[in-house]
T-cell receptor, first 115, second 113 residues
Framework: DGGITQSPKYLFRKEGQNVTLSCEQNLNHDAMYWYRQDPGQGLRLIYYSQIVNDFQKGDIAEGYSVSREKKESFPLTVTSAQKNPTAFYLC??????????????FGAGTRLSVL | AQTVTQSQPEMSVQEAETVTLSCTYDTSESDYYLFWYKQPPSRQMILVIRQEAYKQQNATENRFSVNFQKAAKSFSLKISDSQLGDAAMYFCAYRRGGDKLVFGAGTILRVKS
């Protein structure tokens, strides 16, 4: 089945630790996105990538890093510089043609908590 | 910068009845898309419906329809014959060509049996 797989479903981070969230898609989509969701707020864009080996910062990139070495994969690292990492993280992908109509499809998310 | 506002943090509807969720947005662009996404308790985001700004006809998908008022920058979602499975958080989102999705804060919809 085609789709977006995020792992793990739950993740715990200790103080000063970097953790990496996985996102894999088999939809052959060019673009991939990472969002953060906090209670009472909508999704906020962390990073996005339109093509392999290229990515751009979103609205809240500080304390996060990404890589895009393969089309199918877009891992997100939450670094120790992110002082408030507890949130729900969603990965999405879409065809990239620069057109607004392109639908973003989402994974099931990862819940990150600080120990 | 574009903003999306959902003024109803929470709504309730009786099963089989109709409910309307509100959304307003701010933009100076003339060509863009608007979306409604549903997030059930599983937290999976699911596209409900989308509307192209240049189309005057309101989009419909089965029991879901929108009331798109471009001049008023309003994009409400109507759910007819509400079902228990419609209970979820609903997000309104805006996007213009080649640009990111901008989400509202969401509306929790509760369906009473």
């Amino acid at each position: 089945d085609g789709g977006i797989t995020q792992s793990p479903k739950y993740l715990f981070r200790k103080e000063g630790q970097n953790v990496t969230l996985s996102c894999e898609q088999n939809l052959n989509h060019d673009a991939m996105y990472w969002y953060r969701q906090d209670p009472g707020q909508g999704l906020r864009l962390i990073y996005y990538s339109q093509i392999v080996n290229d990515f751009q910062k979103g609205d809240i990139a500080e304390g996060y890093s990404v890589s895009r070495e393969k089309k199918e994969s877009f891992p997100l690292t939450v670094t120790s510089a992110q002082k408030n990492p507890t949130a729900f993280y969603l990965c999405a992908s879409s065809i990239w043609t620069g057109l607004a109509k392109n639908i973003q499809y989402f994974g099931a998310g990862t819940r990150l908590s600080v120990l | 910068a574009q903003t999306v506002t959902q003024s109803q943090p929470e709504m309730s509807v009786q099963e089989a009845e109709t409910v309307t969720l509100s959304c307003t947005y701010d933009t100076s662009e003339s060509d863009y898309y608007l979306f409604w996404y549903k997030q059930p308790p599983s937290r999976q985001m699911i596209l409900v419906i989308r509307q192209e700004a240049y189309k005057q006809q309101n989009a419909t998908e089965n029991r879901f329809s929108v009331n798109f008022q471009k001049a008023a920058k309003s994009f409400s979602l109507k759910i007819s014959d509400s079902q228990l499975g419609d209970a979820a958080m609903y997000f309104c989102a805006y996007r213009r060509g080649g640009d990111k999705l901008v989400f509202g804060a969401g509306t929790i919809l509760r369906v009473k049996s």
